[in-house]
């Protein structure tokens, strides 16, 4: 029997892919998103979905940027060390690790 939530992760795949394509998204950075969402089983998805219902775009986005490096670690190292702090202040994920 399938996850109820097979369809948003497919949704999000191919959201990762189009963005590789179009140059917005490099491809390894792809690779450690598909796989901090893969990590993810169905209670967190539906957690995160809960959470977020009713956010606007860059809330959305700042709650599931903390909530995935809080479930994964690569993904968390990738953000702490691979964006630039305008992003990290951005997306409010300023003091981020003195917290977690």
């Known amino acids: 029997m399938s996850s109820?939530?097979?369809a948003t992760r497919e949704n999000i795949e191919l959201r990762l892919t189009l963005n590789v394509?179009?140059?917005d998204l490099d491809e390894s950075l792809a690779h450690v998103w598909r796989d901090a969402f893969r990590s993810l089983d169905d209670?967190?998805?539906a957690r995160l979905l809960m959470m977020a219902r009713g956010l606007d775009a860059h809330?959305?986005?700042t709650l599931t940027l903390r909530f995935l490096m809080e479930h994964h670690y690569p993904f968390r190292e990738m953000v702490m060390y691979q964006t630039d702090a305008?992003?990290?202040r951005r997306m409010g994920l300023d003091g981020f690790d003195q917290y977690h």
């Open 86 to 88: 305008a992003f990290k």
């Open 59 to 61: 809330q959305a986005s």
């Open 43 to 45: 209670r967190d998805i």
């Open 4 to 6: 109820p939530y097979t």
């Open 21 to 23: 394509i179009l140059g």
